[in-house]
Structure formats: C-alpha cells, structure tokens
C-alpha cells in the first residue's frame, strides 16, 4: 500500500511564497507521473502541475512562470514551489501520483491512482 502526504500549505499574502511537499511512503512501488491538483471552494479539482518519471513538466497555463514542480525519485518527494501567489490561487492543494507495484518477480502489478489528503494554501488579497 503506498500512502502520499503533504505539508507546507498555509496563509501567505498576495505576491508571496510557498513550497509544499508530497512524500510517498510504503514499499515495492514505482511512481510514474506525480501531480499537484487543487480545488478552490464550490470548485471542481484541477490539475496545477505534473511531472513525469523522465521529468517532462505540465502546467496550467495560469501558473505557468510562477510555479515548479519538481520530484526526487530516489527519496520518493515532490515539490512545489509557488511564487507570485495570487488570491485565485488559494485552493486545497492535493499531491497525485499513478503508482506501479513491483511484484517480487521484478514485474509490475496493475498500477493504480493515489491521493493524498490535501494542504490548504490561503492566499490573502
């Protein structure tokens, strides 16, 4: 079972910064693509930023030059780091990532989705 878990969220004024983290925890997985989404309030969930096993990055167009999104495979970490934050940007942050299981063969399971519980940014105006 692989479990994902975020910190960093918090209350930052308008044109501040944050950085959150997403750490998997667990044993005998492969991440492949991690992602951040987020969900303002009476909002659906969209995707912010994801980044790839080969480190090809996605963004939302609206955070593009003020987000990056990076991963550390070996430790099993993702970032995000928000610059420029604006009120539009306040959301309950949520770490996603597809998830391979190694079976003891030196195969792969079906993969599946994993979320984590969500950090809460608060940008103020």
């Known amino acids: 079972q692989v479990q994902l878990m975020e910190s960093g969220g918090g209350l930052v004024q308008a044109g501040g910064s944050l950085r959150i983290v997403c750490v998997a925890s667990?044993?005998?997985?492969?991440?492949?693509?991690m992602g951040w989404y987020r969900q303002a309030s009476g909002e659906q969930r969209e995707l912010v930023a994801s980044v790839a096993s080969d480190g090809t990055t996605h963004y939302l167009d609206s955070v593009k030059g003020r987000f990056t999104i990076s991963r550390d495979g070996a430790e099993h970490t993702m970032h995000l780091s928000m610059n420029d934050l604006k009120p539009e940007d306040t959301g309950v942050y949520y770490c996603?990532?597809?998830?391979?299981?190694?079976?003891?063969?030196?195969?792969?399971?079906?993969?599946?989705?994993?979320w984590g519980q969500g950090t809460l940014v608060t940008v103020s105006g």
């Open positions: 667990g044993s005998m997985f492969k991440l492949n693509t």
């Open positions: 996603h990532a597809d998830v391979a299981p190694l079976d003891y063969e030196g195969g792969y399971y079906p993969p599946f989705e994993a």
